[in-house]
C-alpha cells in the first residue's frame, strides 16, 4: 500500500483526510466524552440525512444541505435542553427520527432513479476529494483557534457549568459555539465514516484516552494518535481487502476501546495485588 500512496491521488486524499480528521475528533470527541454529549451527537448525525435527501431534491451539494441540518439540529437540541431544564434525550430522539424520515421522503421524491445512499451512511475515505480535504482543513482550523484562545474559558466550562459561570464565563455562549462546532464536525466525518458510523470514531479515541489520563491536554493529544492509528488501520484494511472503509474504522475503534477497558482492569486489578502484598509484608 505504501507504493500505492505515491502513485494514487484517491489514496493521497485518504491519507490527509485521516490526519485531518482526527485533529478533530481529538478535541471535539474529547468534548464530547467530558460533557457526555453522545447522544446529542449521534441524534445531530441522523438528522443531518434529512439534509442529504433534501439536497439530492433540491439538486444541490447533498453536503450543503447536511450543515443546514446538522447546525439547526444542534441549535435545536441545545436550546429545548436549556429551555426546559431537562435532560435533551427526548429531543435528541425526535430530530434523529424526523431528520431520517425527512430523509428519505426527500429522496423518495427526487425524479428519476434513486441515488446511491450508501457512502453518506457508511462512508468511504478512499472517495474523498480535493474539495472535502479543503473544508475538513477549515473546520480544523477553527476548532484549533477556538481551543487555543479560549482554553482556560473551555476548561474551566469542562469541568463545571456552574464554576465557570462563576468566573463570569458566558457558558450560554460557549455551549451554542460547541454545539455548532460539533455539527460541523460531524458533518465533515460522514464523507470518511458516514452517519450510521460517525459515533464511534468521535466518541471511542476520546474515550480510550480517558481511561489512561484525566488531564485535558493529554486526553486531546491521546485522542488525536488514537484517532490517527485507527484510521490509518482502516485505510489500509479498506484498501487490502476491497471492504467499506468506514465499517472498518468504526469497528477497529469499538473493539480497540474494548481492549484498552479490559487493559485497564487487568492492569488495575494487578496494581491492586501488589499494594496488597506489600501491605501484608509490613
Known amino acids: 500500500m505504501l507504493k500505492a500512496l505515491f502513485e494514487y491521488n484517491f489514496l493521497q486524499n485518504a491519507f490527509y483526510c485521516s490526519i485531518l480528521i482526527s485533529i478533530v475528533c ?3 470527541g474529547t468534548v464530547i466524552i467530558l460533557k457526555k454529549l453522545a447522544m446529542m451527537s449521534g441524534g445531530i448525525a441522523h438528522t443531518s440525512f ?5 439536497g439530492y431534491f433540491l439538486g444541490i451539494e447533498p453536503i450543503i444541505g447536511a450543515f443546514i441540518f446538522a447546525v439547526a439540529a444542534a441549535i435545536g437540541i441545545g436550546y429545548i435542553g436549556k429551555k426546559s431544564h431537562r435532560n435533551s ?3 435528541t430522539g425526535i430530530f434523529w427520527s424526523a431528520g431520517m424520515a ?3 421522503l426527500f429522496i423518495s421524491f427526487t425524479p428519476g432513479y434513486p441515488p446511491d445512499m450508501s457512502s453518506y451512511l457508511f462512508g468511504d475515505i478512499l472517495t474523498v476529494s480535493k474539495t472535502d480535504l479543503l ?3 477549515i473546520l480544523d482550523a477553527i476548532v484549533v483557534f477556538f481551543i487555543i484562545a479560549f482554553y482556560n474559558c473551555f476548561r474551566a466550562y469542562l469541568f463545571d457549568d456552574e464554576f465557570a459561570a462563576v468566573l463570569k464565563i ?3 455562549l460557549i455551549n451554542n459555539i460547541l454545539h455548532v462546532i460539533i455539527a460541523l464536525s460531524i458533518v465533515i466525518l460522514i464523507r470518511a465514516v458516514g452517519i450510521v458510523l460517525v459515533l464511534a470514531l468521535l466518541t471511542a479515541p476520546a474515550a480510550i484516552a480517558k481511561l489512561f489520563s484525566g488531564n485535558l491536554k493529554i486526553i486531546m493529544l491521546l485522542s488525536i494518535l488514537i484517532s490517527l492509528l485507527l484510521c490509518f488501520a482502516g485505510l489500509w484494511i479498506s484498501y487490502q481487502f476491497n471492504i467499506a472503509s468506514g465499517a472498518a474504522i468504526a469497528l477497529l475503534s469499538s473493539l480497540l476501546y474494548f481492549a484498552a477497558h479490559i487493559f485497564k482492569k487487568i492492569l488495575k486489578l494487578k496494581t491492586g495485588r501488589e499494594i496488597q502484598n506489600q501491605g501484608s509484608r509490613l
Request: charged letters at 5%; aromatic letters at 0%.
Open 102 to 104: 425527512s430523509g428519505i
Open 50 to 54: 434529512g439534509g442529504v435527501g433534501l
Open 26 to 28: 481529538g478535541i471535539i
Open 89 to 91: 434525550d427526548i429531543a
Open 135 to 137: 473544508l475538513t482543513l
Open 170 to 172: 458566558n457558558v450560554n
